[in-house]
């Protein structure tokens, strides 16, 4: 009877145990939050997005990260969407042309009684031009991941050199952009063998978020809208001058940008594979070029250099800067359901070395807003990516904001097609944007 009673006992003991470790795990898992993440990060970016949330996840692990990677086509509209439903991820990643739309329609929480209560110091943290593009009326809606996107020059230096150019002489002004264009560029008649340079990428309808006239028009001296972004300031002597400079600029050098757009395209696309293939001499580009080359070009990282946008030295009114109307970041929706650990994850993913830092070092990516971020890139790099930053003039945008950058698109394709005169071009596409202000103003 001991003996049956005792293995009773066992058998007792045993069963307590396994069904106390069957518990467990569902303990464990119902403390565990988890969040959701929307963002535009595809490609080759996806799996490094994926190892630095799971760094946060290791050092968090009471949260659990689900990301879910949308196409830039497509995140406008399913955000927008969730808005009004109220199925709303716990971070998302804005586009710089759409973030003053979702400010205007309050979509994020702000963050500044969260930035008081950790005493975060922004101005320490993040480039200036960054956190002023992430606010609306005043309130910070996002933490930048990136500067305001200012694109720079890159150049072939065995181009440069065939042509007599000085390849470690980086072109400062308007003049020696186009001396340099002409001297690089290889014509039979209309037909162009080699381009010096494009300065209108991207310049057709649709083609993307960065905008020429507006990286020009910033560096002759003028501005697109009033400080305040209420009204319209391109109608200006400098909007006509510049809009004249770009399309004389392909007439003098390559027989019309039209022609460049029937034999080269007009998109980073189209201009990219010119580039690395040496029928390009120059190419205006983001500072993510470098990482895209790496992937896609590496034999084009010991040939390659670059510099800042040039500007018009003939204007004694210009300088060095760009301004920048908006920047991409991580917002914390005003329906998300998991605030704290929201906010845990973005300090991480914008903030620390071990999560912002650590996923533009993976790219080889110098544009961060952050401050101090170290990548490793060569110092000539380095250097222009650091001009670069420093020079931006950041904005907030209206919310009508992605209209607006379409609007000056069509102008500026209109004028260098020979469609209108830059001085019809401008004034026509200033009655539209005073309409597209007036309006978001009702």
């Known amino acids: 009877m001991t003996s049956n009673k005792g293995s009773m006992t066992r058998r007792a003991t045993l069963a307590a145990a396994a069904a106390l470790a069957v518990c467990l795990p569902i303990a464990d898992a119902a403390a565990q939050t988890t969040i959701t993440f929307w963002n535009g990060w595809d490609g080759s970016r996806r799996p490094q997005l994926r190892a630095v949330l799971d760094e946060f996840e290791r050092r968090n692990p009471d949260i659990k990260v689900e990301s879910l990677t949308l196409s830039s086509d497509t995140t406008a509209q399913r ?18 042309g759409d973030f003053s739309r979702w400010g205007s ?8 009684d969260l930035v008081a209560r950790d005493k975060i110091d922004l101005n320490a943290t993040f480039f200036p031009s960054s956190t002023e593009g992430s606010r609306v009326n005043g309130k910070l809606l996002q933490f930048p991941f990136k500067v305001a996107t200012s694109m720079l020059v890159w150049y072939n230096k065995d181009l440069f050199r065939q042509a007599g150019l000085d390849p470690e002489k980086p072109i400062r002004t308007w003049a020696e952009l186009e001396e340099a264009a002409a001297k690089t560029t290889k014509r039979s008649g209309t037909t162009i063998e080699q381009l010096g340079f ?36 391109f109608d200006s002597p400098q909007g006509v001058d510049t809009l004249k400079w770009m399309a004389g600029f392909s007439d003098r050098t390559a027989g019309g940008w ?8 007009s998109t ?37 250099g670059v510099f800042v ?41 914008a903030m620390e070395d071990a999560g912002a830092c650590e996923f533009f070092r993976q790219q080889k990516r110098a544009d961060t807003a952050l401050r101090n971020c170290k990548v490793d890139l ?8 650091v001009q670069n930053a420093e020079l931006v003039e950041g904005h907030a945008a209206p919310g009508v904001w992605s209209q607006i950058h379409a609007r000056l698109q069509q102008m500026s394709e209109s004028a260098l097609l020979g469609q209108a005169t830059p001085e019809a071009a401008i004034k026509a596409a200033a ?8 309006r978001q103003t009702n």
């Not at 969407?81 to 804005?94: E, H, N, Q």
């Not at 060569?378 to 990516?385: K, Q």
Request: hydrophobic fraction near 40%; aromatic fraction near 10%.
């Open 268 to 304: 980073w696309k189209d201009l990219r594979t010119s580039f690395y293939t040496g029928k390009m001499a120059m190419i205006h580009d983001g500072p993510f070029l470098y990482n895209i080359m790496a992937n896609d070009a590496p034999h084009m990282l010991d040939k390659v």
């Open 105 to 112: 329609l309050g979509a994020f929480m702000p963050l500044d």
């Open 258 to 265: 039209g022609n460049v757009l029937r034999q080269f395209g």
């Open 431 to 438: 009655d539209d944007v005073r309409r597209l202000l007036a």
């Open 378 to 385: 060569p110092p000539t790099v380095a250097s222009a990516f």
């Open 79 to 96: 955000f927008l969407t969730g808005i009004a439903s109220g199925a709303v991820p716990d971070l998302y990643m804005t586009q710089a």
């Open 309 to 349: 946008s040039p500007m018009n030295a003939a204007n004694s009114d210009a300088k060095q800067r760009y301004i920048g109307y908006g920047v991409p970041g991580y917002g914390i929706p005003a329906k998300a359901k998991n605030v704290e650990a929201a906010w845990k994850l973005l300090k991480f993913i």
């Open 198 to 233: 494009n300065t209108c990428l991207n310049c057709s309808m649709g083609t993307g978020s960065e905008n020429p006239f507006v990286e020009w028009m910033s560096r002759n001296g003028g501005s697109i809208l009033s400080p305040d972004g209420r009204s319209v300031a």
